[in-house]
């Protein structure tokens, strides 16, 4: 059986839902350690993956379209600018996106307070975010905001500068994410960007000292190899 065993963690993202859940989703068959929220799902659809799943430690992040305390109802803790250790591995959280218009929103970042929150989570083995990080400029180690010259505010899916830097100075295993509606992966030098849209299971497991990550794109399950295996301090 793939899903199972003392070396992996089953870890169920839920990413963007913006409102319902679809009912008795494919995944909540399988055995859960831990659910993520990744902002934009709303209230309802928090709450109805909880009940759909009793009992599962739960995290989250909120997305630009979450309200101040968007977990503050339900089980599930808000991790922003917070570490969680979830069977030896840490998780650090970054909620919100790049302060792209005025509205008065606390998820609404600019990239100094992006900094200051990341700040508190370095040293994670992996980043739960709502924002993409930057991509880099050819694979080096540049950001191109330029497409923000000119304008007021950047574009909302641009994704924070700062998260691409604090990738290339830390090189956690991996950074999960949503607000693009998109999946998605690529790497970011060691680390691996993983965008979620939806529901998503993701399997951990640690294989002669190195850690597999196992995803469920269009269903089938590709393994990456990320970083060691050992802890880091
Ligand atoms: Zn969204
Ligand atoms: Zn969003």
Not at 39 to 66: C, F, K, S
Not at 74 to 102: E, N, P, W
Request: net charge neutral; with cysteine.
């Amino acid at each position: 059986m793939f899903f199972g065993g003392k070396n992996k963690t089953n870890v169920l993202f839920v990413s963007d839902m913006h409102g319902d859940i679809p009912e008795n989703n494919y995944y909540f068959r399988f055995p859960i350690d831990v659910i993520f929220f990744l902002g934009d799902n709303g209230e309802a659809a928090v709450n109805q993956v909880l009940e759909a799943l009793p009992g599962i430690p739960a995290y989250g992040v909120a997305g630009n379209h979450d309200y101040d305390n968007t977990y503050g109802n339900s089980r599930a803790l808000d991790i922003h600018g917070q570490r969680v250790k979830v069977k030896g591995m840490t998780f650090g959280g970054i909620g919100g996106c790049i302060r792209y218009k005025g509205t008065d929103s606390r998820w609404l970042l600019t990239e100094e307070e992006a900094a200051g929150v990341l700040g508190k989570v370095s040293g994670a083995d992996f980043i739960i975010s709502h924002s993409p990080p930057t991509r880099r400029i050819g694979g080096g180690k540049g950001y191109n905001a330029c497409h923000d010259e000119g304008c007021q505010y950047p574009d909302p899916h641009r994704g924070f500068i700062e998260l691409g830097r604090f990738l290339d100075r830390h090189s956690p295993k991996a950074v999960f994410h949503g607000h693009l509606h998109k999946t998605y992966s690529y790497m970011h030098g060691n680390t691996l960007v993983k965008g979620v849209y939806g529901i998503e299971l993701v399997c951990f497991e640690k294989i002669f000292g190195q850690l597999a990550v196992y995803y469920t794109d269009c269903k089938i399950f590709e393994p990456v190899l990320v970083g060691s295996g050992k802890e880091r301090g």
